[in-house]
């Protein structure tokens, strides 16, 4: 993947437009990226994989990440682009949060080289769904309160104790860890940030049944979970200041992080609806007139081999 010149937005705008018509799935009656999230169902999420790998091998998933872990290296101007045109469409919404937003938001910031090459091609691909393993029973908001503990056993932590509130755990491949390392300093000084496979040994995942019976949230308990030395995020001790920029990233998924490949937010009924004014065109017989084509919305629908029921 080369690092030239980019591509003028205005063809780049168009290009995505006529993909995602041929390419992408319309949303479901009723699709909202809360509805997404929420879903519980195992094939469900099956289908955003399907979905981002779709994304990935059509050259539009990680606009904004750098080319050397995988993405396009493009001025974020291009995903807002992207998503504006994105509307109508069905999007891998859950790996955008937390999975690329958040988590590989912070490794760019605070990964090695190591963890950046191993974990965000993967990501991108749709292979590597993250989890993040943050608050705790009983320790409400206060993130820096944190008393999971991890212990230094030469190249290796030992990690135990318990997280909860933990979006889609169950489902998840890998998780961002945040636990005390040092007991002898005040509480915003002793935290360091890890990663872990979801099933290490000594993970236990118990999904939480909700009044409304969702079972999206889960609590993870963590007992002797063995974590090399190599998936430690930032310095030891340096915790809360990768939590900060973790946070961060957090906040800004709704104001438009340029790592997040999803729709717009006009909605499914705006008269800019890609889908929308594809379909429209079709029906007034003009899918081959050049200034509707122009719009990228005018192109009829055409599912490559690999499309996913």
């Known amino acids: 993947m080369s690092a030239g010149p980019a591509e003028p937005l205005d063809r780049f705008r168009a290009r995505a437009a006529a993909w995602l018509v041929d390419t992408m799935p319309p949303a479901p009656p009723g699709w909202t990226a809360r509805a997404a999230m929420a879903s519980d169902e195992v094939d469900r999420f099956g289908r955003q994989r399907w979905l981002q790998r779709r994304l990935h091998d059509g050259g539009f998933a990680g606009l904004s990440f750098p080319v050397a872990y995988g993405g396009h290296g493009l001025d974020p101007d291009y995903q807002r682009a992207f ?25 760019l910031e605070f990964g090695t080289e190591e963890q950046k090459r191993r974990h965000i091609p993967p990501m991108l691909r749709g292979e590597e769904v993250w989890a993040q393993f943050l608050s705790e029973p009983g320790g ?23 997280k909860i509130w933990t979006t889609g755990a169950w ?24 990663s872990l496979p ?36 930032g310095d030891i001790d340096g915790g809360w200041t990768v939590m900060t920029r973790w946070l961060h990233h957090e906040r800004t998924i709704a104001g438009g992080s340029p790592y997040v490949t999803s729709a717009g937010s006009r909605g499914d009924s705006s008269p800019n609806d890609g889908r929308e004014l594809a379909r429209l065109a079709r029906r007034l017989g003009a899918a081959d007139d050049a200034p509707a084509r122009s719009s ?14």
């Open 83 to 107: 998503a504006d045109e994105a509307i109508g469409y069905e999007m891998p919404i859950r790996f955008s949060m937390p999975t690329l937003g958040i988590i590989g938001a912070t490794l």
């Open 198 to 233: 979801v099933r290490s040994p000594g993970v236990e995942v118990h999904r939480i049944e909700l009044l409304n019976g969702s079972k999206e949230f889960c609590q993870e308990f963590l007992t002797d979970v063995i974590v090399d030395d190599a998936n430690r995020i």
């Open 171 to 194: 489902y998840s491949d890998w998780a961002m860890c945040l636990a005390r390392t040092n007991w002898e300093v005040e509480k915003h000084r002793g935290l360091t940030v890890f």
């Open 140 to 162: 409400g908001s206060d993130a820096a309160g944190a008393v999971t503990t991890a212990t230094r056993d030469g190249e290796q932590w030992v990690l135990n104790g318990s």
């Open 296 to 309: 990228g919305s005018a192109r009829p629908r055409r599912w490559g081999s690999s499309a996913m029921p």
